[in-house]
Each structure stands twice: as C-alpha cells, then as structure tokens.
C-alpha cells in the first residue's frame, strides 16, 4: 500500500502563501488534500487523478489553492495563495489506489496556521 510524508506547513500571515508537498512511496490512480481544524472533522479540499488534468476542489478553497502532481508521479502539492484564517488546520494527503476505491494511506499532516 502507499506510504504518504506531507511537508511545507508553518506559520503565516493572512494573505500570505504557502506550498504544501506530499511524498508517495509508489503510484496511485489519484492523490487528495484534506484538512482538520481542531474540534472539526476532516473536510476534503483538493484532488487530482494521476495522468491527467482532472481536479476538483472545495468551494472555500476554490481560486485560491492549486494542486498539481509531479512528473515522477509520486509527488502531490498544493499551492495555496491569500491565506485566511480560516485556512488554519493539519493538512493531510490521501491516495485512491482505483477510481472506485476509498482514500486510504494518509500521512502524519503538516500543520498551517495563519494569523491575522
């Protein structure tokens, strides 16, 4: 099964903007974004499908964060720009093995936090 390492979280100012990474030990038919806040469920924010330009993300985060996977792969990111508040939470990434499988192989998150 896949392995997953986020990286690239840290402290920012509102407004500010911040690339998330997310290393994968092997392939997958698509990769995904998910954050928690505390207190809160995990909410789903972004995914790509491996091979094409099929994304799809959450309404808060529409034209503000863009996900993109790296030519070798196994490599997942997110690039988020006017950072809010809002924004705040341990950010984790999934993997999807088939189209009809569940996310599976979540890593340990990397914690944003934007002040304001």
């Known amino acids: 099964q896949v392995q997953l390492t986020e990286s690239g979280g840290g402290l920012v100012q509102a407004g500010d903007s911040l690339r998330l990474s997310c290393g994968a030990s092997?392939?997958?038919?698509?990769m995904g974004w998910f954050r928690q806040a505390p207190g809160e469920e995990r909410e789903f924010v972004a995914a790509i499908v491996w091979g094409g330009s099929s994304t799809r993300y959450a309404d808060s985060v529409q034209g503000r964060f863009t996900i993109s996977r790296g030519k070798d792969g196994n490599t997942v990111y997110l690039q988020m720009s006017s950072l809010k508040p809002e924004d705040t939470a341990v950010y984790y990434c999934?993997?999807?093995?088939?189209?009809?499988?569940?996310?599976?192989?979540w890593g340990q998150g990397t914690q944003v936090t934007v002040s304001s």
């Open positions: 092997g392939p997958s038919y698509a």
């Open positions: 999934a993997a999807k093995m088939f189209k009809g499988s569940t996310w599976s192989g």
